[in-house]
């Protein structure tokens, strides 16, 4: 689907004007953009609870069971 | 030539540059970075609560930035505030139009706005005088269905449209402060950076944008999808947007390489994706599926690590608390169910 046309032409000159301005953008290389998602995972993942898992006592969704001594 | 046909070629000639220079900075994949990384264990998340209560299908939910609370809309005509630890439902507020098909949760967690097929955006006050919750501003000035909403604070919200364009509310005056046009199609969702300052959409002509809030330009388009996006979200860093789509698959686009980085697809998935939501360190991406159930998939690897079953019809909305404890997914089942 081409995204940028259209038979208005005020619509297709403010079209070109934003082509404009993201052609302009400085973009990273995609090894420094990998290796920042991957570094974020890496320093995040053990404070992850559904990474890795949640102990039963410190699950505020679980019902606690209770013990009744009779 | 026409002054459409010159324009028409300048477009073109742009849309190659911008497709060269992003093909310039592409020296590695991601998934030749992770090539040496290993996919994450199996995720096999049980579900601890089941909210009931919602007489007909959930199109929305949002968390509450407590973790513990988080508001529901249905077509029931209903916005319900959830006590999710003890499954109390805490308000529980009847819409004047029962074709509500989001709902948004502020963060102070004083309000909750919600908006539908009526084109207009709702905040209730959940903290007045009287203990009642009532409707606190009516924001009307789309000339299409509301499709997603997300407050900045307890004055601004951004509000996406049927018709095409996001906008931002100014909820004392009831004003538009910006209207943001510019996507082709409706938009379908948005989701707000973690620091604020920008927003991203997603739209009915494929591509998703991200915009900056306080000069209203778009800063940049992508594209890939081969359907609508229907949901959209930001990577926890800020960085990166995750897109579900029509078209079955999911994909994340880095923000300062300006491209798609790597898909979430599978062969055997054949239906659209209605809702998204990325764990609390990002590596795993939460997805709900028009066919009941919801994949969880490693966002670096792109494989399927895990599944949620339960519901018995379309997932519609999806959400991680913000101390990522838990997922909430909402039905046309009329549940919402609290896995972990």
């Known amino acids: 689907m081409d995204v940028y046309c259209s038979n208005n032409v005020l619509q297709a000159r403010r079209a070109v004007e934003q082509l404009r301005l993201e052609t302009e953008l400085q973009r990273i290389k995609i090894s420094a953009a990998a290796e920042q998602l991957v570094q974020y995972c890496q320093e995040h993942r053990r404070a992850d609870p559904l990474l890795t898992g949640i102990a039963a006592s410190s699950n505020p969704f679980k019902d606690k069971k209770t013990c009744v001594l009779l | 030539m026409g002054e459409m046909e010159q324009l028409r070629k300048e477009a073109e000639s742009l849309k190659d540059d911008i497709t060269a220079a992003r093909k310039a900075v592409q020296d590695l994949t991601l998934q030749d970075h992770v090539a040496g990384t290993a996919v994450v264990g199996r995720v096999q998340l049980k579900t601890r609560k089941t909210l009931r209560g919602h007489l007909a299908k959930i199109y929305a939910m949002h968390w509450g930035t407590d973790s513990k609370l988080c508001v529901s809309a249905s077509q029931d005509g209903k916005l319900i505030v959830w006590d999710s630890y003890t499954t109390n439902k805490v308000h529980a507020i009847p819409l004047k139009s029962s ?13 909750v706005a919600c908006g539908g097929l009526d084109n207009m955006c709702s905040i209730y006050n959940l903290k007045g005088k009287d203990g009642n919750v009532k409707v606190m501003r009516e924001l009307a000035a789309h000339t299409g269905y509301l499709s997603c909403c997300r407050f900045l604070n307890d004055n601004e919200i951004i509000t996406s449209s049927g018709d095409c364009t996001c906008v931002l509310w100014d909820i004392e005056t009831g004003s538009q402060k910006t209207v943001f046009a510019g996507h082709l199609g409706d938009c379908m969702s948005l989701g707000v950076a973690p620091d ?32 609508d996006i229907n949901a959209i979200g930001f990577f926890p860093n800020g960085n990166a947007v995750i897109t579900g789509s029509d078209d079955a698959s999911c994909k994340l686009y880095d923000l300062r390489s300006d491209q798609e980085l790597i898909t979430y697809q599978d062969s055997s998935i054949m239906c659209g994706v209605t809702s998204i939501a990325p764990s609390l360190s990002g590596r795993l991406i939460l997805a709900g599926y028009d066919d009941f159930n919801c994949n969880i998939w490693d966002s670096l690897k792109a494989e399927r690590v895990g599944v949620l079953s339960g519901h018995d019809n379309r997932v519609s909305c999806i959400g991680v608390t913000p101390d990522g404890m838990a997922c909430c997914t909402g039905s046309w089942d009329s549940f919402l169910k609290i896995w972990n």
């Open chain 2, 99 to 111: 074709w509500v098909m989001t709902c948004s949760y502020a963060p102070s967690g004083n309000m």
């Open chain 2, 196 to 227: 604020f300052n920008t927003f991203i959409s997603g739209a009915c002509d494929f591509t998703a944008k991200l915009w900056d809030i306080r000069d209203g330009q778009c800063r940049q388009t992508f594209g890939g999808h081969e359907s």
